[in-house]
């Protein structure tokens, strides 16, 4: 792509998702269709959510002293934070934080709930708008002042292990919406440095964008007990005595819905899975002079009986040429379009198109064409997928050479080295490199362990122990397998 720039903010006008003439910066208008796109992702997302977190709804505003209680996770976020500070004329005794996320907000109420061990684990999530005063350059759904669409998990739990898991249960979840959505993900451990203020650590997944950045689009936090003894979160335990939770917390936002946009569209517009598709079939009449109303009559019929079986289907009736229509069919990223001619029906056929491939299929009207519809959304949802990981697993690339890791990633690539895990030489790779370490791959120790088993196998080569065990920068025993990336 060209200028991924220029070609994003144009797709986000043209398909009416956004408008981003709002005049505060960081913050935009959702238009219709772009809600829709936004409420079938939010659909996915809570049917995973519900299954075992339950929804709940918390103030948006914060007390400043609840806000300030955690040294480490305020100060992460000061700079960031909106704050109400009248009521009316009357300047407010305590000033009011507009939640920059919500565990300041969550947390002195789990203090009230949680009481005993039979109350855990507790797993809430709520979607709701957050504000942070970015003062990075702002981008539509990328980087935003107000996240429209803020997903944020939070769960308590009576012990470490069951905390660790839950890390592992998010991000499996996180996975499964994901892959529903196509979108492509490297799942790492930040660096301390880049972790969530005041977590034990933190679990990131970054998405691979075509302008060759990756963008952070989750993120699985273990909190241990921090904010537990910050807010006075305990339970009592088996025998009777009390001990401070143990939480993790994690989130999604808009760049969820950015990622769809950005990683599926082609030059023609938006390309959309069909599970998410505002409209996931548009029938377009080709109509003449003639047979106009037989043909509608089709179009109706085969419009209900799509409906019928759940599909979310159109008819482009507007009285305009039929390329036009196509045009704007293939910009609003529906996955599949019928056209239905008066030939096609004196001979009970239709013309249907897939906005992935622009491929032509001829559907027989008198068979069950319902199904082989679901069946192509089911192709095309396989597609984009294979595609979008395609591309990702081919822009990876190993380096043992730092010198050369600026160039790799200048040519729109994220690189893979080999690293100590050492703090102070990782933000020296990052100050070499001027770019980021997303973070590692594997847990402490678990690395090198399968590599010593890869050693020991009988049939296999003496690996070059330079390229294997050696850290990228100094070269001192390497631990972990690091990606290096130009981030958004
Ligand atoms: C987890 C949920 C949290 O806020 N508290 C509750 C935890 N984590 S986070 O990493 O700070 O944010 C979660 C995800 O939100 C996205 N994000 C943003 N998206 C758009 N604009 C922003 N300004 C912005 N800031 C964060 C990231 O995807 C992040 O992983
Ligand atoms: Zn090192």
Redesign the pocket.
Known sequence: MEDFSKWYHNILEEAEIIDSRYPIK?MSVWLPHGFKLRKYILKELKELFDKDHEEVLFPLLVPEDELAKEGIHVKGFEDEVYWVTHGGQKELNKKLAIR????TAMYPMFSLWVRSHIDLPMKFYQVVN?F?Y?TKHTRP?????E?TT?K???TVHSNQEDAAKQVEIAIELYKKLFDMLAIPYLISKRPVWDK?PGADY?M??DTFFPDGKT?????V?NLGQTFAKTFDIKFENNEGNHEYAYQT???????VIASVIAIHGDEKGLVLPPAIAPDQVTIIPIIFKDGGEEVMAKCNEIESSLQSSGIRVKIDDRDMRPGKKFYDFELSGCPIRIELGPRDLAENKAILVRRDTLEKIEINLEENYTSKIQEIFEEIAINLKNKAWKHTEENITHSSNLDEVKDIVANGKIVSVDWCGDEDCGKEIEEITELDILGTQAEEGKEKKEKELDTKEPNTEEPDAETRTTCINCKKEAKYKALIAKTY
Do not use: K, M
């Not at 759904?141 to 002042?145: C, D, E």
């Not at 963008?215 to 993120?219: C, E, H, K, P």
């Open positions: 960081g920059p996320t919500s565990e957050t942070r970015e759904l990328i980087r935003v002042r996240i803020f944020e998990a939070h969530f933190t990131a997944f963008l952070q689009i989750g993120t936090h917390c994690y989130g999604l936002s808009d760049r």
